[in-house]
Protein backbone atom coordinates (compact mmCIF):
# COMPACT_ATOMS: atom_id res chain seq x y z
CA UNK A 1 0.00 0.00 0.00
CA UNK A 2 2.74 2.37 0.82
CA UNK A 3 4.49 1.97 -2.15
CA UNK A 4 1.81 2.11 -4.79
CA UNK A 5 1.25 5.67 -2.62
CA UNK A 6 4.90 6.89 -3.23
CA UNK A 7 4.44 5.92 -6.58
CA UNK A 8 1.30 8.24 -6.95
CA UNK A 9 3.05 11.28 -5.04
CA UNK A 10 5.84 10.96 -7.26
CA UNK A 11 4.13 11.66 -10.41
CA UNK A 12 2.03 14.18 -8.69
CA UNK A 13 4.63 16.04 -7.12
CA UNK A 14 7.59 15.34 -9.81
CA UNK A 15 5.55 16.61 -12.78
CA UNK A 16 6.14 20.34 -12.47
CA UNK A 17 9.38 20.35 -11.04
CA UNK A 18 12.15 21.43 -13.51
CA UNK A 19 15.03 18.55 -13.95
CA UNK A 20 17.77 20.23 -12.24
CA UNK A 21 15.63 20.12 -9.10
CA UNK A 22 14.68 16.58 -8.75
CA UNK A 23 17.32 15.28 -6.49
CA UNK A 24 16.29 17.28 -3.89
CA UNK A 25 13.81 15.65 -1.17
CA UNK A 26 11.17 18.54 0.02
CA UNK A 27 11.08 17.41 3.61
CA UNK A 28 8.13 15.87 4.60
CA UNK A 29 5.50 13.97 2.16
CA UNK A 30 2.80 16.47 1.82
CA UNK A 31 0.48 13.42 1.46
CA UNK A 32 1.37 11.66 4.92
CA UNK A 33 -0.41 14.42 7.11
CA UNK A 34 0.40 14.68 10.44
CA UNK A 35 -1.43 17.03 13.04
CA UNK A 36 0.79 20.33 14.43
CA UNK A 37 -1.64 21.00 17.18
CA UNK A 38 -3.49 19.24 20.11
CA UNK A 39 -6.62 17.87 19.30
CA UNK A 40 -9.76 18.94 21.69
CA UNK A 41 -9.51 16.99 25.07
CA UNK A 42 -12.03 13.96 25.02
CA UNK A 43 -14.59 14.66 27.88
CA UNK A 44 -15.57 11.37 29.77
CA UNK A 45 -18.42 11.68 32.07
CA UNK A 46 -16.79 9.83 35.01
CA UNK A 47 -20.11 9.34 36.70
CA UNK A 48 -22.55 7.93 34.09
CA UNK A 49 -25.23 5.64 34.99
CA UNK A 50 -23.34 2.99 33.81
CA UNK A 51 -19.75 3.80 35.36
CA UNK A 52 -21.57 4.81 38.60
CA UNK A 53 -23.37 1.47 39.18
CA UNK A 54 -20.29 -0.72 38.02
CA UNK A 55 -19.89 -3.95 40.01
CA UNK A 56 -23.05 -3.49 41.96
CA UNK A 57 -24.77 -6.81 42.35
CA UNK A 58 -21.16 -8.84 42.01
CA UNK A 59 -21.80 -10.32 45.59
CA UNK A 60 -25.01 -11.30 44.53
CA UNK A 61 -24.14 -14.96 45.69
CA UNK A 62 -22.21 -14.19 49.18
CA UNK A 63 -24.95 -11.56 50.31
CA UNK A 64 -28.20 -13.18 48.87
CA UNK A 65 -28.48 -16.76 49.75
CA UNK A 66 -27.16 -18.06 46.98
CA UNK A 67 -29.97 -18.02 44.87
CA UNK A 68 -28.15 -16.39 42.19
CA UNK A 69 -24.30 -16.67 40.74
CA UNK A 70 -22.68 -13.54 39.72
CA UNK A 71 -22.06 -15.41 36.34
CA UNK A 72 -25.22 -15.30 35.74
CA UNK A 73 -25.54 -11.06 35.27
CA UNK A 74 -22.66 -11.32 32.33
CA UNK A 75 -24.50 -10.42 29.26
CA UNK A 76 -22.82 -11.68 26.36
CA UNK A 77 -22.92 -14.38 23.56
CA UNK A 78 -24.83 -17.24 25.04
CA UNK A 79 -21.65 -19.72 24.20
CA UNK A 80 -19.24 -17.25 26.32
CA UNK A 81 -21.34 -16.49 29.97
CA UNK A 82 -19.78 -17.94 32.63
CA UNK A 83 -17.28 -19.47 30.91
CA UNK A 84 -13.47 -19.21 29.35
CA UNK A 85 -11.56 -21.13 27.46
CA UNK A 86 -9.28 -20.88 24.49
CA UNK A 87 -9.98 -20.07 20.84
CA UNK A 88 -10.12 -24.38 19.93
CA UNK A 89 -12.44 -24.32 23.21
CA UNK A 90 -14.60 -21.42 22.11
CA UNK A 91 -15.12 -22.64 18.34
CA UNK A 92 -15.99 -26.22 19.71
CA UNK A 93 -18.54 -24.60 22.14
CA UNK A 94 -20.19 -22.34 20.13
CA UNK A 95 -20.68 -25.18 17.60
CA UNK A 96 -22.03 -27.07 19.79
CA UNK A 97 -24.31 -24.31 21.39
CA UNK A 98 -25.24 -22.63 18.93
CA UNK A 99 -23.85 -24.46 15.33
CA UNK A 100 -27.41 -25.70 14.22
CA UNK A 101 -29.11 -21.81 14.25
CA UNK A 102 -25.70 -20.26 12.36
CA UNK A 103 -25.25 -19.28 8.60
CA UNK A 104 -24.10 -21.58 6.17
CA UNK A 105 -21.18 -19.65 5.20
CA UNK A 106 -20.00 -19.09 8.96
CA UNK A 107 -20.63 -22.54 9.93
CA UNK A 108 -18.48 -23.43 7.29
CA UNK A 109 -15.45 -20.94 8.44
CA UNK A 110 -16.13 -21.89 11.66
CA UNK A 111 -15.45 -25.70 10.40
CA UNK A 112 -12.53 -24.81 9.03
CA UNK A 113 -11.06 -22.84 11.63
CA UNK A 114 -11.82 -25.91 13.92
CA UNK A 115 -10.11 -28.67 12.52
CA UNK A 116 -6.80 -25.93 11.57
CA UNK A 117 -6.33 -25.17 15.19
CA UNK A 118 -6.91 -29.06 16.00
CA UNK A 119 -4.13 -29.61 13.40
CA UNK A 120 -2.01 -26.62 15.04
CA UNK A 121 -2.53 -27.66 18.66
CA UNK A 122 -1.57 -31.24 18.19
CA UNK A 123 0.89 -31.74 15.40
CA UNK A 124 2.95 -28.65 15.63
CA UNK A 125 4.68 -26.70 18.48
CA UNK A 126 6.08 -27.70 21.82
CA UNK A 127 3.63 -28.40 23.06
CA UNK A 128 1.03 -31.40 21.92
CA UNK B 1 -27.12 20.10 89.26
CA UNK B 2 -24.06 21.79 88.01
CA UNK B 3 -21.67 19.57 88.29
CA UNK B 4 -24.39 16.90 87.01
CA UNK B 5 -24.21 18.82 83.85
CA UNK B 6 -20.61 19.13 84.16
CA UNK B 7 -20.43 16.02 84.01
CA UNK B 8 -23.09 15.18 80.87
CA UNK B 9 -21.04 17.96 79.08
CA UNK B 10 -17.66 15.80 79.33
CA UNK B 11 -19.06 12.83 78.46
CA UNK B 12 -20.76 14.24 75.27
CA UNK B 13 -17.10 15.72 74.76
CA UNK B 14 -14.51 12.55 74.98
CA UNK B 15 -13.55 11.14 72.23
CA UNK B 16 -15.61 7.85 71.18
CA UNK B 17 -14.17 4.19 72.26
CA UNK B 18 -12.97 4.78 75.91
CA UNK B 19 -16.25 4.77 77.43
CA UNK B 20 -18.38 1.61 77.18
CA UNK B 21 -22.05 1.29 76.47
CA UNK B 22 -22.55 0.73 79.84
CA UNK B 23 -21.14 4.23 81.11
CA UNK B 24 -22.88 5.90 78.28
CA UNK B 25 -26.52 4.96 79.27
CA UNK B 26 -26.22 5.47 82.58
CA UNK B 27 -25.06 8.80 82.05
CA UNK B 28 -27.67 9.24 79.26
CA UNK B 29 -30.13 10.44 81.46
CA UNK B 30 -27.89 13.59 82.19
CA UNK B 31 -27.87 15.28 79.29
CA UNK B 32 -31.80 14.55 79.27
CA UNK B 33 -31.99 17.77 81.86
CA UNK B 34 -29.74 20.10 79.57
CA UNK B 35 -32.39 22.90 78.44
CA UNK B 36 -32.22 21.69 74.83
CA UNK B 37 -33.17 24.72 72.04
CA UNK B 38 -35.28 22.49 70.20
CA UNK B 39 -38.34 22.96 68.25
CA UNK B 40 -40.17 19.34 68.91
CA UNK B 41 -40.52 18.09 71.97
CA UNK B 42 -37.30 17.29 74.01
CA UNK B 43 -34.19 15.51 73.27
CA UNK B 44 -34.63 11.77 72.05
CA UNK B 45 -32.96 8.92 74.18
CA UNK B 46 -29.89 7.68 71.84
CA UNK B 47 -29.89 4.86 69.60
CA UNK B 48 -27.81 2.07 71.05
CA UNK B 49 -26.87 -1.09 69.75
CA UNK B 50 -24.55 -3.90 70.92
CA UNK B 51 -22.77 -6.37 68.99
CA UNK B 52 -25.76 -9.94 68.54
CA UNK B 53 -23.10 -12.03 67.22
CA UNK B 54 -20.39 -13.31 69.38
CA UNK B 55 -16.99 -11.42 69.81
CA UNK B 56 -13.94 -13.20 69.70
CA UNK B 57 -12.62 -13.21 73.98
CA UNK B 58 -9.25 -10.97 73.01
CA UNK B 59 -11.07 -8.81 71.07
CA UNK B 60 -13.54 -5.80 72.10
CA UNK B 61 -16.49 -4.81 69.20
CA UNK B 62 -15.03 -1.54 67.49
CA UNK B 63 -17.62 1.50 67.77
CA UNK B 64 -18.82 4.04 65.83
CA UNK B 65 -21.55 7.03 65.81
CA UNK B 66 -25.18 6.65 65.15
CA UNK B 67 -26.10 9.90 62.83
CA UNK B 68 -29.63 10.61 61.19
CA UNK B 69 -30.18 12.62 58.12
CA UNK B 70 -33.38 14.30 59.51
CA UNK B 71 -31.33 17.52 60.68
CA UNK B 72 -28.20 18.77 59.77
CA UNK B 73 -27.08 18.70 62.75
CA UNK B 74 -27.88 15.67 64.04
CA UNK B 75 -24.67 13.96 64.16
CA UNK B 76 -24.19 11.53 67.43
CA UNK B 77 -27.74 10.46 67.85
CA UNK B 78 -26.31 7.35 69.23
CA UNK B 79 -23.59 4.83 69.56
CA UNK B 80 -23.28 1.37 68.02
CA UNK B 81 -21.00 -1.63 68.30
CA UNK B 82 -19.52 -2.90 65.13
CA UNK B 83 -17.67 -6.54 64.96
CA UNK B 84 -14.13 -6.32 65.07
CA UNK B 85 -13.60 -9.23 62.35
CA UNK B 86 -15.51 -7.26 59.90
CA UNK B 87 -14.86 -3.67 60.72
CA UNK B 88 -11.46 -4.14 61.98
CA UNK B 89 -9.59 -6.61 60.66
CA UNK B 90 -6.30 -6.43 58.25
CA UNK B 91 -6.16 -4.03 56.12
CA UNK B 92 -5.20 -6.22 53.46
CA UNK B 93 -4.59 -4.40 50.38
CA UNK B 94 -3.72 -6.75 48.22
CA UNK B 95 -6.67 -8.53 48.10
CA UNK B 96 -8.38 -5.60 47.51
CA UNK B 97 -6.80 -5.31 44.62
CA UNK B 98 -6.78 -8.74 43.69
CA UNK B 99 -11.20 -8.52 44.64
CA UNK B 100 -11.25 -5.26 42.47
CA UNK B 101 -9.46 -6.60 39.36
CA UNK B 102 -12.08 -9.42 39.71
CA UNK B 103 -15.19 -7.15 39.62
CA UNK B 104 -13.58 -5.25 36.76
CA UNK B 105 -12.60 -8.44 34.35
CA UNK B 106 -14.77 -11.33 35.20
CA UNK B 107 -17.52 -9.66 33.29
CA UNK B 108 -15.76 -8.60 30.66
CA UNK B 109 -16.47 -10.00 26.95
CA UNK B 110 -14.09 -8.61 24.33
CA UNK B 111 -15.84 -8.81 21.08
CA UNK B 112 -12.74 -7.41 18.61
CA UNK B 113 -12.58 -9.80 15.45
CA UNK B 114 -10.48 -10.65 12.46
CA UNK B 115 -10.65 -12.14 9.30
CA UNK B 116 -8.05 -15.10 8.53
CA UNK B 117 -7.24 -15.65 5.32
CA UNK B 118 -9.46 -18.36 5.12
CA UNK B 119 -12.37 -16.30 5.82
CA UNK B 120 -11.40 -13.20 3.64
CA UNK B 121 -13.63 -13.12 0.35
CA UNK B 122 -11.60 -14.54 -2.85
CA UNK B 123 -8.13 -15.87 -2.55
CA UNK B 124 -8.88 -19.67 -3.76
CA UNK B 125 -6.60 -19.37 -6.65
CA UNK B 126 -3.29 -18.93 -7.07
CA UNK B 127 -2.66 -15.80 -9.06
CA UNK B 128 0.05 -16.57 -11.23
CA UNK B 129 2.27 -19.35 -12.11
CA UNK B 130 4.81 -21.15 -9.89
CA UNK B 131 7.37 -20.22 -12.25
CA UNK B 132 8.45 -18.26 -15.70
CA UNK B 133 6.28 -15.28 -14.75
CA UNK B 134 9.46 -12.98 -12.97
CA UNK B 135 7.42 -12.33 -9.90
CA UNK B 136 7.62 -13.33 -6.36
CA UNK B 137 5.48 -16.81 -5.83
CA UNK B 138 2.34 -16.93 -4.08
CA UNK B 139 -0.42 -18.85 -3.64
CA UNK B 140 -3.34 -16.72 -2.69
CA UNK B 141 -4.22 -13.18 -3.43
CA UNK B 142 -5.51 -13.13 0.43
CA UNK B 143 -2.37 -14.11 2.60
CA UNK B 144 -1.67 -11.92 5.47
CA UNK B 145 1.50 -10.62 3.26
CA UNK B 146 -0.77 -8.86 0.64
CA UNK B 147 -2.74 -5.86 0.78
CA UNK B 148 -6.56 -6.51 1.63
CA UNK B 149 -5.32 -9.89 2.38
CA UNK B 150 -6.47 -11.71 6.22
CA UNK B 151 -4.58 -10.80 9.64
CA UNK B 152 -2.21 -13.92 10.93
CA UNK B 153 -2.81 -13.64 14.32
CA UNK B 154 -5.43 -10.95 15.28
CA UNK B 155 -8.05 -11.29 17.62
CA UNK B 156 -10.39 -14.04 17.21
CA UNK B 157 -14.24 -13.94 18.44
CA UNK B 158 -16.09 -12.92 20.91
CA UNK B 159 -13.25 -13.60 23.81
CA UNK B 160 -14.38 -13.54 27.43
CA UNK B 161 -11.83 -13.10 30.32
CA UNK B 162 -14.27 -14.96 33.01
CA UNK B 163 -13.09 -16.18 36.28
CA UNK B 164 -13.81 -16.57 40.05
CA UNK B 165 -11.80 -15.87 43.01
CA UNK B 166 -12.50 -17.93 45.40
CA UNK B 167 -15.26 -16.99 47.77
CA UNK B 168 -13.64 -16.59 51.07
CA UNK B 169 -11.44 -14.14 49.41
CA UNK B 170 -14.49 -12.12 48.02
CA UNK B 171 -15.84 -12.56 51.17
CA UNK B 172 -12.67 -10.86 52.78
CA UNK B 173 -12.33 -8.00 50.07
CA UNK B 174 -15.78 -6.81 51.83
CA UNK B 175 -14.25 -6.99 55.30
CA UNK B 176 -11.46 -5.26 54.15
CA UNK B 177 -13.05 -2.60 52.12
CA UNK B 178 -15.25 -2.05 55.41
CA UNK B 179 -12.57 -1.92 57.60
CA UNK B 180 -11.06 0.38 55.85
CA UNK B 181 -13.61 2.66 55.05
CA UNK B 182 -14.06 2.85 58.95
CA UNK B 183 -10.85 3.33 59.75
CA UNK B 184 -10.17 6.49 57.42
CA UNK B 185 -13.27 7.99 58.82
CA UNK B 186 -15.79 7.31 55.38
CA UNK B 187 -17.56 4.90 57.01
CA UNK B 188 -21.08 7.01 58.57
CA UNK B 189 -24.10 4.55 60.26
CA UNK B 190 -27.43 6.22 59.70
CA UNK B 191 -30.71 5.01 61.87
CA UNK B 192 -32.53 5.28 58.92
CA UNK B 193 -32.51 6.70 55.51
CA UNK B 194 -35.21 8.80 56.34
CA UNK B 195 -35.28 12.22 54.98
CA UNK B 196 -37.62 15.56 55.26
CA UNK B 197 -37.79 16.29 52.10
CA UNK B 198 -37.01 14.61 48.63
CA UNK B 199 -35.04 17.84 47.51
CA UNK B 200 -31.54 16.53 45.86
CA UNK B 201 -30.16 19.75 47.20
CA UNK B 202 -30.44 18.84 50.75
CA UNK B 203 -28.55 16.10 50.77
CA UNK B 204 -26.00 17.94 48.47
CA UNK B 205 -26.11 20.42 51.59
CA UNK B 206 -25.84 17.68 54.24
CA UNK B 207 -23.17 15.93 52.74
CA UNK B 208 -21.36 19.55 52.41
CA UNK B 209 -21.78 20.19 56.20
CA UNK B 210 -20.65 16.86 57.69
CA UNK B 211 -17.54 17.23 55.37
CA UNK B 212 -18.43 13.21 53.55
CA UNK B 213 -16.77 14.39 50.01
CA UNK B 214 -17.99 14.94 46.96
CA UNK B 215 -19.82 11.22 46.47
CA UNK B 216 -21.55 9.18 48.78
CA UNK B 217 -23.37 5.74 48.88
CA UNK B 218 -26.45 4.92 50.67
CA UNK B 219 -26.92 1.15 51.32
CA UNK B 220 -30.46 0.58 52.94
CA UNK B 221 -31.41 -3.17 53.41
CA UNK B 222 -34.18 -4.18 51.16
CA UNK B 223 -35.01 -2.57 47.83
CA UNK B 224 -38.68 -2.49 48.14
CA UNK B 225 -38.61 -0.73 51.37
CA UNK B 226 -36.46 2.61 50.61
CA UNK B 227 -37.86 5.65 51.56
CA UNK B 228 -39.07 7.53 49.01
CA UNK B 229 -37.32 10.71 49.37
CA UNK B 230 -34.18 8.91 49.64
CA UNK B 231 -35.13 7.61 46.19
CA UNK B 232 -36.28 10.62 44.43
CA UNK B 233 -33.08 12.61 46.26
CA UNK B 234 -30.29 9.99 44.69
CA UNK B 235 -31.83 9.64 41.09
CA UNK B 236 -31.43 13.20 40.83
CA UNK B 237 -27.84 13.40 41.84
CA UNK B 238 -24.68 11.47 40.18
CA UNK B 239 -22.63 11.18 42.50
CA UNK B 240 -25.36 10.29 45.19
CA UNK B 241 -25.99 6.57 44.60
CA UNK B 242 -28.39 4.54 46.50
CA UNK B 243 -27.94 0.49 46.63
CA UNK B 244 -29.30 -2.28 48.60
CA UNK B 245 -27.56 -4.17 51.07
CA UNK B 246 -27.27 -7.31 48.42
CA UNK B 247 -25.39 -4.65 46.07
CA UNK B 248 -22.57 -3.85 48.00
CA UNK B 249 -19.36 -4.13 46.54
CA UNK B 250 -15.36 -3.47 46.94
CA UNK B 251 -15.70 -0.95 43.51
CA UNK B 252 -18.30 1.25 44.54
CA UNK B 253 -16.85 1.33 47.92
CA UNK B 254 -13.83 2.47 46.59
CA UNK B 255 -15.38 4.67 43.88
CA UNK B 256 -17.56 6.57 46.77
CA UNK B 257 -15.58 8.62 49.06
CA UNK B 258 -17.48 8.23 51.57
CA UNK B 259 -20.21 5.29 52.59
CA UNK B 260 -23.53 5.30 54.77
CA UNK B 261 -25.01 2.44 56.29
CA UNK B 262 -27.97 1.82 57.82
CA UNK B 263 -27.87 0.03 61.23
CA UNK B 264 -30.06 -2.88 60.33
CA UNK B 265 -27.52 -3.06 57.06
CA UNK B 266 -25.18 -3.50 59.29
CA UNK B 267 -25.94 -6.27 61.10
CA UNK B 268 -26.93 -7.95 57.94
CA UNK B 269 -23.68 -7.70 56.97
CA UNK B 270 -21.95 -8.75 59.85
CA UNK B 271 -24.26 -11.74 59.94
CA UNK B 272 -23.71 -12.68 56.30
CA UNK B 273 -19.83 -12.00 56.15
CA UNK B 274 -18.89 -13.95 59.62
CA UNK B 275 -20.58 -16.87 58.30
CA UNK B 276 -17.60 -18.10 56.29
CA UNK B 277 -15.45 -17.81 59.19
CA UNK B 278 -16.97 -20.91 60.57
CA UNK B 279 -18.81 -23.18 57.93
CA UNK B 280 -17.74 -26.15 56.58
CA UNK B 281 -16.53 -26.57 52.76
CA UNK B 282 -19.40 -27.13 50.29
CA UNK B 283 -20.27 -30.51 49.33
CA UNK B 284 -22.42 -29.14 46.76
CA UNK B 285 -23.25 -25.98 45.57
CA UNK B 286 -24.87 -23.73 48.25
CA UNK B 287 -27.81 -22.99 45.96
CA UNK B 288 -29.13 -27.14 47.02
CA UNK B 289 -30.68 -26.57 49.98
CA UNK B 290 -28.68 -27.92 53.01
CA UNK B 291 -30.72 -28.78 55.94
CA UNK B 292 -28.93 -26.13 58.35
CA UNK B 293 -28.84 -23.05 56.16
CA UNK B 294 -31.67 -21.35 55.02
Given at each position: MAGSLSWVAGRCLW??????????????????HVRVTLPPPKVVDRWNEKRAMF????NIGILG????????LIKGPVWLRGWKGNELQRCIRKKRMVGNRMFIDDLHNLNKRISFLYKRFNRHGKHR | MLQLVRAGARAWLRPRGCRGLNALAEEA????EKPEPLANAGPQAPVLRRCELPVPLHRRPVQAWVES????????VGLTELHPDVF?????LDILHQVAIWQKNFKRISYAKTKTRAE????????????????ARHG?????????GGVAHGPRGPTSYYYMLPMKVRVQGLKVALTVKLAQDDLHVV?????????PQYLMELARYRHWGDSVLFVDLEHDDMPQNVVAATSGLKTFNLVPA????VHSMLKHQTLVLTLPTVAFLEEKLLWHDSRYTP????RLPYRDFP
Amino acid sequence: MAGSLSWVAGRCLWGQVPLACRSFFLGFPRLFHVRVTLPPPKVVDRWNEKRAMFGVYDNIGILGNFEKHPKELIKGPVWLRGWKGNELQRCIRKKRMVGNRMFIDDLHNLNKRISFLYKRFNRHGKHR
Amino acid sequence: MLQLVRAGARAWLRPRGCRGLNALAEEAVQPAEKPEPLANAGPQAPVLRRCELPVPLHRRPVQAWVESLRGYEQERVGLTELHPDVFSTAPRLDILHQVAIWQKNFKRISYAKTKTRAEVRGGGRKPWQQKGSGRARHGSIRSPIWRGGGVAHGPRGPTSYYYMLPMKVRVQGLKVALTVKLAQDDLHVVDSLELPTADPQYLMELARYRHWGDSVLFVDLEHDDMPQNVVAATSGLKTFNLVPAVGLNVHSMLKHQTLVLTLPTVAFLEEKLLWHDSRYTPLYPFRLPYRDFP
